[in-house]
T-cell receptor, first 112, second 112 residues
Framework: GENVEQHPSTLSVQEGDSAVIKCTYSDSASNYFPWYKQELGKRPQLIIDIRSNVGEKKDQRIAVTLNKTAKHFSLHITETQPEDSAVYFCAATYSGNTPLVFGKGTRLSVIA | EPEVTQTPSHQVTQMGQEVILRCVPISNHLYFYWYRQILGQKVEFLVSFYNNEISEKSEIFDDQFSVERPDGSNFTLKIRSTKLEDSAMYFC??????????FGPGTRLTVL
């Protein structure tokens, strides 16, 4: 089955700097790669996703890149703000309605 | 914006007791899921449900677990005889076909 590795497990950045979180996956059949943000005690919230027919997707300060050949995808957050502080999870699956396999999460701290 | 809702927010039970966790998915969604998250760990898939039957389940979802859609709006997870290791946050999620999965706020289950 699918296995998703996520790095780093913790990341501290100064406000205004960029943050990059990387994930690798094992199953070449995976086609859908969402990213979720989870604040303490709250639900995972979808922040961006990418499908395998594109290599990059951007939404304001957030971007995701996908390299299907290498089986890795990354989340990029630019101009970080304190409210970006949370745990970020990557996930991989065959399509949007098949079970998500999550990485272990990255705790991002943005220091003001 | 429609959201997935879950009740109760926190459930405390004694080992060996039955619990039922309730979810109301987003009304026009077709696929329903249960995930769990043990404190400080990643989110893990339990079961998915489509067209009134289980479509996939993980190895965690053993005979102690069952799911039901008793009416047109609710989706429930029953744990027949709870164990200490069932203590976790349980998230319900829903999606349209080939679309993003939206998570509910979770039910924190504590088994004593």
């Amino acid at each position: 089955g699918e296995n998703v590795e996520q790095h780093p497990s913790t990341l501290s950045v100064q406000e205004g700097d960029s943050a990059v979180i990387k994930c690798t996956y094992s199953d070449s059949a995976s086609n859908y790669f969402p990213w979720y943000k989870q604040e303490l005690g709250k639900r995972p919230q979808l922040i961006i996703d990418i499908r395998s027919n594109v290599g990059e997707k951007k939404d304001q300060r957030i971007a995701v890149t996908l390299n299907k050949t290498a089986k890795h995808f990354s989340l990029h957050i630019t101009e970080t703000q304190p409210e970006d502080s949370a745990v970020y999870f990557c996930a991989a699956t065959y399509s949007g309605n098949t079970p998500l396999v999550f990485g272990k999460g990255t705790r991002l701290s943005v220091i003001a | 914006e429609p959201e997935v809702t879950q009740t109760p927010s926190h459930q405390v039970t004694q080992m060996g007791q039955e619990v039922i966790l309730r979810c109301v998915p987003i009304s026009n969604h077709l696929y329903f899921y249960w995930y769990r998250q043990i404190l400080g760990q990643k989110v893990e898939f339990l079961v998915s449900f489509y067209n009134n039957e289980i479509s996939e389940k993980s190895e965690i979802f053993d005979d102690q677990f069952s799911v039901e859609r008793p009416d047109g709006s609710n989706f429930t997870l029953k744990i027949r005889s709870t164990k200490l290791e069932d203590s976790a946050m349980y998230f319900c999620a829903s999606s349209l076909q080939t679309d993003q999965q939206y998570f509910g706020p979770g039910t924190r289950l504590t088994v004593l």
